[in-house]
């Protein structure tokens, strides 16, 4: 049974040698055959020089070389279309998920007969706001979506071929691969995990207001509803309150005075319909996107050990 490992580097010329060591000896307990997969999203840094100097020594490290930095969904999707193996390990190569979840993960997918086994995190990681503002996101995801993602949900899952076979057959451009790990099914078991905090977070709030739009406009159908009943009970009201307005002036003949009431109206509605067509901009710009077809990412190079390229195992 070969075992594939794939971890995204960015920025992670400083964790990658003790990442390759732990990983590696955790894989070497389960399967004498193992591939380590590393995406290097465009790394600014010397990730790209530290992981080919780990493969001179160890052949069985992988690096693929994207053209530029494509984000970090797109490099892992990228990273599993190449793993080979009947069991896939994706992770992060900063090591706040701990590779030793691999031995915890295969235990219990043997155990289970699981498809997946992934992370889930007991207690958010970081200070009190980017704790707030990690509950606001999936409450705001799961208010709004049609399929709530799994909260404090983490990248570190063991899947299986079918499994993995299953979600790189997704082909859409504008996505959030936590929604494809769901949508995929299969039998899929969470275990909480403690993720450490050794670095500031790449994702700021302004990053996650970004996601949870893209999420919500590339996945729900539940938000253009709401604009729908919202249109509907506006123009109830109005109807109503047309009605009372032309009942009492027909009764009492008093009209409405002043315009105050008028250029609230007018500020409230043109206010609205302004944000409705945003609403509905964005989803015709992710169409836009989807038809066009891109390729998630470009290569620039795939780096194997001269084994491999002769055809060795």
């Avoid at 275990?191 to 996650?208: E, F, G, Q």
Wanted: proline share 4%; aromatic share 8%.
């Amino acid at each position: 049974m070969k075992l594939s490992i794939v971890a995204t580097l960015y920025r992670s010329a400083a964790h990658i040698g003790e990442f390759h060591r732990r990983v590696m000896a955790e894989a070497e307990a389960i399967s004498t055959s193992v591939e380590l997969i590393l995406v290097n999203d465009g790394s600014p840094d010397d990730s790209l020089a530290v992981a080919l100097a780990l493969q001179a020594d160890d052949p069985r490290i992988v690096v693929l070389d994207l053209a530029r930095n494509f984000g970090h969904h797109k490099a892992m999707m990228t990273g599993l279309m190449h793993a080979k193996g009947e069991l896939v390990f994706l992770t992060d190569s900063d090591l706040e998920e701990p590779p030793e979840l691999l031995g915890r993960f295969h235990a219990e997918l043997a155990a289970g007969d699981w498809d997946v086994v992934y992370g889930v995190q007991r207690n958010r990681r970081g200070g009190w706001f980017e704790r707030v503002s990690g509950a606001a996101f999936f409450s705001l995801v799961g208010l709004l979506s049609d399929e709530p993602l799994p909260r404090n949900v983490v990248t570190t899952r063991l899947m299986r071929r079918s499994y993995v076979r299953a979600l790189v057959a997704h082909r859409d451009r504008e996505m959030q691969i936590a929604h494809l790990w769901l949508l995929t099914g299969f039998r899929q078991k969470p275990l909480p995990i403690d993720k450490l905090s050794l670095s500031p977070t790449n994702y700021s709030v302004a990053r996650r207001v970004q996601m949870a739009v893209r999420h919500i406009t590339t996945t729900s159908t539940r938000l253009l509803y709401l604009i729908l009943y919202f249109g509907m009970a506006i123009c109830t009201l109005s109807m109503l309150a047309a009605g009372f307005f032309l009942a009492r002036y027909s009764m009492h003949g008093v009209g409405v005075d002043g315009w105050t009431s008028i250029f609230v109206s007018v500020a409230f509605f043109g206010g609205t319909t302004v944000l409705i067509l945003g609403i509905i901009g964005i989803y015709i710009a992710n169409i836009l996107s989807e038809v066009k077809r891109r390729p998630y990412t470009h290569l620039r190079a795939i780096h194997r050990a001269p084994a491999r390229e002769n055809g060795q195992a």
